[in-house]
């Protein structure tokens, strides 16, 4: 049966946080068939060899690796606008879902994600973001302070166990604020329409998501938030 909806993300040299963030992914709690399409970016890591296992265990994965034909200095270079726009062109599904793989969803993301597209027609779904031990992306904490915070809690079971970690809200917590955070979907054509993300967009993901989400506003979506969260994991840059 052909997926209803994609799940897309692009994934560079963060094979422990990709690896927590699939695993919720691959297992939703819904009747709806979805795909999860996952773009590297070049890692140069573990993340190629433990895909290349992750996508015989859950056939809804699908890895792909995003040649260049431009080369780039991945230390200083962020090229989501591209490889998002990627995913989308792969997608099989009329329903596209853009995410960040270093964050861990609840297992009713699909749901929230989809049906509100049976109900609006022009709906721009967006799920707002938690962090873990943080109120924002920008705070950059210990790795082994993170991994054995997560795993005080019984998230592979029951992600919402995660609700428990998580920092006060801060300004980069609610989707509304059009930012990075943001777990967004909307349908293939209108994404199309709107030309996708610029992809002159390169440094910052954030202005890449703010500049999308004014045209989608522009084009008359009407944006709807998901009952649910996805829970980010700080992290220093791979790429600095």
């Given at each position: 049966m052909?997926?209803?909806?994609s799940i ?15 695993s ?18 070049e ?6 060899r ?6 015989k265990?859950y ?10 034909k431009?080369p780039?200095?991945h230390?200083t ?6 490889t ?35 109900v ?9 973001a938690?962090?873990?031990a ?17 795993e ?11 609700y428990k ?7 980069h ?16 054509e209108?994404?199309?329409t709107i ?10 993901p ?6 999308l989400?004014a045209?989608f506003?522009?084009y008359g ?8 969260a996805?829970f ?9």
């Amino acid at each position: 049966m052909n997926p209803l909806i994609s799940i897309i993300g692009t994934t560079y040299n963060q094979v422990k946080l990709l690896e927590r963030g699939l695993s919720i992914w691959a297992t939703q709690n819904t009747i709806i068939p979805y795909e999860v399409i996952v773009i590297d970016d070049e890692s140069i890591d573990e993340t190629s060899r433990f895909m290349q296992q992750f996508k015989k265990k859950y056939s809804c994965v699908r890895y792909i690796i995003a040649h260049r034909k431009i080369p780039c200095n991945h230390k200083t270079l962020y090229v989501c606008s591209s490889t998002n726009n990627l995913g989308v062109k792969l997608a099989k599904s009329n329903i596209i879902a853009i995410t960040w793989f270093d964050r861990i969803p609840l297992r009713n993301a699909i749901n929230e994600l989809y049906y509100p597209h049976l109900v609006e027609s022009k709906a721009f779904v967006s799920i707002t973001a938690r962090h873990i031990a943080s109120s924002s992306s920008m705070e950059v904490i210990e790795e082994q302070k993170i991994n054995k915070l997560i795993e005080s809690v019984d998230w592979k079971n029951n992600p919402e166990e995660l609700y428990k970690i998580v920092g006060p809200i801060g300004r980069h917590c609610l989707s509304a604020y059009q930012n990075e955070s943001a777990c967004f979907s909307v349908k293939k054509e209108y994404y199309a329409t709107i030309g996708g993300y610029d992809e002159r967009y390169k440094m910052l993901p954030s202005y890449c998501n703010i500049e999308l989400f004014a045209r989608f506003k522009k084009y008359g979506l009407k944006f709807i938030f998901g009952n649910c969260a996805n829970f980010h994991q700080p992290h220093d840059s791979p790429r600095s």
